[in-house]
Each structure stands twice: as C-alpha cells, then as structure tokens.
C-alpha cells in the first residue's frame, strides 16, 4: 500500500516535498516512481529511482527543477518539487514497480496521489 502526502497549494517559484509512505516489508526490492496527472491529461511521467536510490530519472519538463529520492529505513520516497510552475498543477501519484522504466504500464502498485496546485 501506498501513501502520498505533502501536496497542497503553492505560488509559482515555490517549493513542494512530496513524501510517499510504503507498507510491508519488500519496499527496497521496487523501482519507485511519481506520476502526475491533470484533468482531461493522461497519467505522465515525472520522476523514478532504483531500488538503492543511486540513480534517478526525470522527465525533461521537470529535469533541474524536481529531485526524487528514497529512504529505504523509512519505506519512504520523496519528490522535492523547486521552482514551481502552474503548469506543475496536478495530482501527484507514487507507483512501485519492479522495472526502472517511464511507463506507467510497467509499475504494478498505485497509491491514491496528492493534490499539488501551483498558482501564477
């Protein structure tokens, strides 16, 4: 199970951290990811990590602006979110999967997301 918690109303240029929490005891054993998705959008990619946390991935939209990372002890994976834009506006979801990839189809386990609004 998955739980994401942080999200909430931020001005442009602000700065968000997302935090998504992870029950049981396999945790380290997934890829993890952060999805976003805004209405009337499909799902999309923002960021993954590997299972260790030494390497990351982000989407070009998002790339020097958002920084994810992972707390193994903590069953935990964070997305701090710098330099907000109102197009960042969405719902912001953590996925676990057992594939470092950037589709959604590859990650098996959903949490139910975080609103993040960004205001110009």
């Known amino acids: 199970q998955l739980q994401a918690s942080g999200g909430g109303l931020a001005q442009a240029g602000g700065s968000l951290r997302l935090s998504c929490a992870a029950s049981?005891?396999?945790?380290?054993?997934?890829?993890m990811g952060w999805f976003r998705q805004a209405p009337g959008k499909e799902r999309e990619f923002v960021a993954a990590?590997?299972?260790?946390?030494?390497?990351?991935a982000y989407a070009d939209s998002v790339k020097g602006r958002f920084t994810i990372s992972r707390d193994n002890a903590k069953n935990t994976v964070y997305l701090q979110m710098n330099s907000l834009e109102p197009e960042d506006t969405a719902v912001y979801i953590c996925?676990?999967?057992?594939?470092?990839?950037?589709?959604?189809?590859?990650?098996?386990?959903w949490g139910l997301g975080t609103q993040v609004t960004v205001s110009s």
């Open positions: 996925a676990a999967g057992l594939s470092y990839a950037k589709s959604p189809s590859l990650y098996g386990y």
């Open positions: 049981g005891r396999t945790f380290s054993s997934y890829f």
């Open positions: 990590v590997t299972q260790s946390g030494g390497s990351s």
